[in-house]
């Protein structure tokens, strides 16, 4: 039979608040986390503003050993050990160094790519005829898997440890490949997650392609407006999200808090066909993906509450919400709530889908909406489509018992996976 | 540089890559870096940069696959610092 899975621990590293408390806050209270930053400015971005967790080097010692931090340069690295580690506390566990292997735990912390930074101390001293002193660290930091690496033994998973990369569906994957592991009975818990570095040489590429914005320079919270009709391009972010999925067998007879369900997802890709490219979607395979994590959930169209939306503030938000009215056959008075978490964070790239999770489940089980920021100005393709009273602008207090959270990621690929409120 | 100040200017380079405190706090010359520091063999090669820096001498590959322990260290940086 397969095993239901809950979420029992979270952690967050966010570019408006660090650590679950402070990160709550701040949905609560619709606190931005952008940015203006002279680097970028100096270096020429049309995009000059960005989000980026705050992060004391004091606080980094709480997390790492001074041997840890010897060479230490990748920020995706710092992001997702503080968030896995976080989680697996928060889940009621120890990060004692000389803890007993446990091997009914695994990882699967996904990113898009690793310690850019690192990469390029090393690039300039390759390129410099110092090879031989590039020292131990350049691997282990730069490898996609740097992060499975060091969180899996700083906390002594023994079950599969691994990384997922998707773009910007890398968190959402990432949540429904341990679902799976532990629906399946492979594992017991699964820590999952994602994470991405800050900074120009990870955001560049994107700036180039003029998908960032670049007409709030001079006013960075205002900057992050998906659903808006002025969204004009997304804005950078970064950060890490975590969580320990768990068999609800397990979590009980733990005596776990369950923060909620995880009933079931689905991941697709739109092969870049029928309208999809490198770049925008495929609207019907975006459609199927909705479509399999109801299926899968067993859950009806009609008991979803709310939508984690992808929306990142560029013009395919329209887009995302025609398709999620055509996949839910629902529209009008008759659709669920929106929440376009980005508006405060901006887009974490590879992190976005584990962030926006924690800020999904958080929201399920302190059964409020967060404010949506910088949609006073709701565009008309979706204003056509669903009514205001959809998009909360402010602090709701609402009962919810069913959230789609849904990512989308460059390379046409796809993810969407059901939480539920988790009632003892 | 005699003896002892070549083991005071390297004990400070080790330190921080060592995981066994007591082993380090009776660091004599047989202390071997991976067997009693408990040092992972990674950063072995950190410890030669390291070592290079402070003493401004340059470490080959068959120099560093002879570093093992602090006497094998010891010798080969005083015969760098003599040629």
Redesign the interface.
Known sequence: MNQRVVITGMGVVAPNGVGLESFLQSLKEGVSGIQHFPELEDLKFSCQIGGIPSISEEFKRHYFTDLQLRGFNSSGILYGCIAGIDAWKDAGFDNNADSKLDDETGLIFGTGTSGVEKFREAIYKLDDGQVRRLGSTVVLQTMTSGVSAYLSGILGLGNQVTTNSSACSTGTEAIIMGFDRICSGKAKRMLVGSCSDHGPYVWGGFDAMRVMTYKHNANPKKGSRPLSASASGFVPGSGAGALVLESLESALERGATIYAEVLGGAVNSGGQRQGGTLTAPNSESVQKCIKKALEFSEVQASEIDVINGHLTATSKDSVEVQNWVQALDRSGDDFPHINATKSMIGHCLAAAGAIESVASILQLKDQFLAPNLNCEDIHPEIAKLVPLKCIPQSYTQKPLNILAKASFGFGDVNACVLFKRYKA | MNKDELIAKLKPIIE??IQDEAAFKNLSEDTDFVKDLKINS??L??II?DI?DAFDIRLENEDMEQMMDVKSAMSIVKSKLEA
């Open positions: 921080p890559y990674a950063n090669v950190d940069l290079e």
